[in-house]
């Protein structure tokens, strides 16, 4: 069974940054490419971030390039999302996943929120 538990959201003025991190269960994780969604109300997923499972390969949204980083450690068993800059439009449920894609991914977190108020 895949745990993944994420933390780090809150509340933020626009332009402030905010880290995310998601733990993961170790069984899938050293090997596993994770990343990163988000889901405002009303709205459809939206890919943020991905990362392969050596960490060596990232890839990111248009909407967030320059401004996330996503990174892993594989001795914590953890991939972490680095967001600054923040804009109102960020403002989203943000979960992390296992897997090569939102559409193929194994499983996901329980969500953490993050709000940016202008």
């Known amino acids: 069974q895949v745990q993944l538990v994420e933390s780090g959201g809150g509340l933020v003025q626009a332009g402030g940054s905010l880290r995310l991190s998601c733990a993961a269960s170790?069984?899938?994780?050293?090997?596993?490419?994770m990343g990163w969604f988000r889901q405002a109300p009303g709205k459809e997923r939206e890919f943020v971030a991905a990362?392969?499972?050596?960490?060596?390969?990232?890839d990111y949204a248009d909407s967030v390039k320059g401004r996330f980083t996503i990174s892993r450690d594989n001795t914590k068993n953890t991939i972490y999302l680095q967001m600054n800059s923040l804009q109102p439009e960020d403002t989203a449920v943000y979960y992390c996943?296992?897997?090569?894609?939102?559409?193929?991914?194994?499983?996901r977190g329980q969500g953490t929120q993050v709000t940016v108020s202008s």
């Open positions: 996943y296992v897997g090569a894609s939102i559409v193929t991914m194994r499983a």
């Open positions: 990362i392969s499972g050596s960490g060596y390969s990232t």
């Open positions: 170790a069984r899938t994780f050293n090997t596993s490419p």
